[in-house]
T-cell receptor
Framework: DQQVKQNSPSLSVQEGRISILNCDYTNSMFDYFLWYKKYPAEGPTFLISISSIKDKNEDGRFTVFLNKSAKHLSLHIVPSQPGDSAVYFC?????????????FGTGTRLTIIP | DTGVSQDPRHKITKRGQNVTFRCDPISEHNRLYWYRQTLGQGPEFLTYFQNEAQLEKSRLLSDRFSAERPKGSFSTLEIQRTEQGDSAMYLC????????????FGNGTRLTVT
């Protein structure tokens, strides 16, 4: 039972353009969502998060949008840079409901084309 | 803050042998998590500690797996009688207890069981 889904295994984007990574979840008790970035041979690195009480959170080139009614979130990267090439994982937890462990999606490999 | 440290980085073992991995979390973090990641998948939760108490274990953690955090600082994960299906990346992460505290991951231990 995959509670967090990333349906696009890979995405290629031209440098300077916008990258949009998508994530869907099924568990309505998730109330905190995060994006992690992973380079080869390294552990995942925290990128940005959003609480369920918000619908948008921005940090520099990175913006996360949350649509609770659709159980969908997305990560926008603009402008995309070559260093953004990595695997991106969406993750969720339900802190308010005592679920304090992260459930991860399967990841999307983003490739930025120079 | 030197980050989360894991040792060894790589471990190759024969089926049936026991292996032990070590994780040193960020010093001020009181929570420590173990995850497992296989090819093409996101990290999957195994277990977590708050200080020295093991608060939750996944059903993925069979009887052959045991984790400890004896003094609330470093943690060990032992796998007894390894099987080929145990081959994976074992990730450790730490965080501060509290709402919306992201996990900080180490670079993992890659286990290969031959």
């Amino acid at each position: 039972d995959q509670q967090v889904k990333q349906n696009s295994p890979s995405l290629s984007v031209q440098e300077g353009r916008i990258s949009i990574l998508n994530c869907d979840y099924t568990n309505s008790m998730f109330d905190y969502f995060l994006w992690y970035k992973k380079y080869p041979a390294e552990g995942p690195t925290f990128l940005i998060s959003i609480s369920s009480i918000k619908d948008k959170n921005e940090d520099g080139r990175f913006t996360v949008f949350l649509n609770k009614s659709a159980k969908h979130l997305s990560l926008h990267i603009v402008p995309s840079q070559p260093g953004d090439s990595a695997v991106y994982f969406c993750a969720a937890e339900g802190f308010t409901f005592g679920n304090e462990k992260l459930t991860f999606g399967t990841g999307t490999r983003l490739t930025i084309i120079p | 803050d030197t980050g989360v440290s894991q040792d060894p980085r790589h471990k190759i073992t024969k089926r049936g042998q026991n292996v032990t991995f070590r994780c040193d979390p960020i010093s001020e973090h009181n929570r420590l998590y173990w995850y497992r990641q296989t090819l093409g998948q996101g990290p999957e939760f195994l277990t977590y500690f708050q200080n020295e108490a093991q608060l939750e274990k996944s059903r993925l953690l069979s009887d052959r797996f045991s984790a400890e955090r004896p003094k609330g600082s470093f943690s060990t994960l032992e796998i007894q009688r390894t099987e080929q299906g145990d081959s994976a990346m074992y990730l450790c992460a730490s965080s501060q207890q509290g709402e919306n505290s992201p996990l900080h991951f180490g670079n993992g231990t890659r286990l290969t069981v031959t």
